[in-house]
Structure formats: structure tokens, C-alpha cells
Nanobody
Framework: QVQLVESGGGLVQAGGSLRLSCAAS????????MGWFRQAPGKEREFVAA????????TYADSVKGRFAISRDNAKNTVYLQMNSLKPEDTAVYYC???????????????WGQGTQVTVSS
């Protein structure tokens, strides 16, 4: 069992930055790949980024490539999402999730956090 709690969301102007954090409970954090997803009102949940168990490999959605960076600190049981050059279309609830491998499909993730709201004003 892994419990995930996101933090760091908020309201930011376009062009600004935010860093999301996701704290995991349990001693098995390093055995899971971690992903970030987001869901805007009226839209399906979409993949944002994923990182391998050791933090060496990363994958990004085309829409955030070059602007967002995922990282993890296994000693702190935490995964991060640094978001730069934010756009109004990045507005969504952001979720972190855990899976055996850094998949891009939400249905393959076993554990989910409750989400944190990110709002980007124009």
C-alpha cells in the first residue's frame, strides 16, 4: 500500500512557475515508478510526466516537454513536478500516481493522490 499526498498547487499568472510535491507513505516508495497526471474540467485525465524508480529515466507529454521537469528523492519519499512557463491551458487538478513502471496510461497506475489544483491566469 502506498498513500500519496500532493501539495504546492495554487494560482499563478501565465509565464510563472510552480513546484508540485507528492509525499508518499510506506517504505516501498523506491519500488514504484511515479507519474503526474492532470484533469481539466470537462476533460479526461491526461498524462503529464513519469519517472523511473531510480529517478534516472523520465517521460513527458508533448504539451509540457521543455517546460516541466519531474524528479524524485527516494530518501524523502517524494516526487516533484517543476512547472515553468505556465500557460492558461495548464489549468487543471494535478495528481501523482504510483505504478510498477513509468507508464503513460492512467489505468495502469495502482495508487493515486487526492490531487492539487493549479490555476493559471492569463
Amino acid at each position: 500500500q502506498v498513500q500519496l499526498v500532493e501539495s504546492g498547487g495554487g494560482l499563478v499568472q501565465a509565464g510563472g512557475s510552480l513546484r508540485l510535491s507528492c509525499a508518499a507513505s510506506g517504505r516501498t516508495f523506491s519500488t514504484y515508478a511515479m507519474g503526474w497526471f492532470r484533469q481539466a474540467p470537462g476533460k479526461e485525465r491526461e498524462f503529464v510526466a513519469a519517472v523511473t524508480r531510480a529517478g534516472v529515466g523520465t517521460t513527458y507529454a508533448d504539451s509540457v516537454k521543455g517546460r516541466f521537469a519531474i524528479s524524485r528523492d527516494n530518501a524523502k519519499n517524494t516526487v516533484y513536478l517543476q512547472m515553468n512557463s505556465l500557460k492558461p491551458e495548464d489549468t487543471a487538478v494535478y495528481y501523482c500516481a504510483a505504478a510498477p513502471l513509468p507508464y503513460t496510461e492512467a489505468r495502469t497506475y495502482d495508487y493515486w493522490g487526492q490531487g492539487t489544483q493549479v490555476t493559471v491566469s492569463s
